[in-house]
Nanobody, 116 residues
Framework: QVQLVESGGGLVQPGGSLRLSCVAS????????MSWYRQAPGKKRELVAT????????NYADSVKGRFTISRDNAKNTVYLQMNSLEPKDTAVYYC?????????WGQGTQVTVSS
């Protein structure tokens, strides 16, 4: 049974930091391209960052470049999203995604709220 369990969300003030984690099980984690998406109220889900399976190459949405860092630990079946210099516009539910070419899996999401 495939599971993606996100954690690390919460309420943070503007300029603050959070680190999201996503622990995967039920598939070969090292073979999956892992991504973080987010969805703000009333908006479409958007891609935030991606890290590939083989070379761990990364890609970011323009809105988070220089502030967010995606990384993975294949030994722990975990992908991370380090978020720095958070802004109110980063408020959203953040979802972990695993892409195995033929299959795509989603976590349940974790809420991030940036507010003073």
């Amino acid at each position: 049974q495939v599971q993606l369990v996100e954690s690390g969300g919460g309420l943070v003030q503007p300029g603050g930091s959070l680190r999201l984690s996503c622990v995967a099980s039920g598939f070969t984690f090292s073979s999956a391209t892992m991504s973080w998406y987010r969805q703000a109220p009333g908006k479409k889900r958007e891609l935030v960052a991606t890290i590939t399976s083989t070379t761990s190459s990364t890609n970011y949405a323009d809105s988070v470049k220089g502030r967010f860092t995606i990384s993975r630990d294949n030994a722990k079946n975990t992908v991370y999203l380090q978020m720095n210099s958070l802004e109110p516009k980063d408020t959203a539910v953040y979802y972990c995604n695993a892409n195995l070419k033929l299959y795509s899996y989603w976590g349940q999401g974790t809420q991030v709220t940036v507010s003073s």
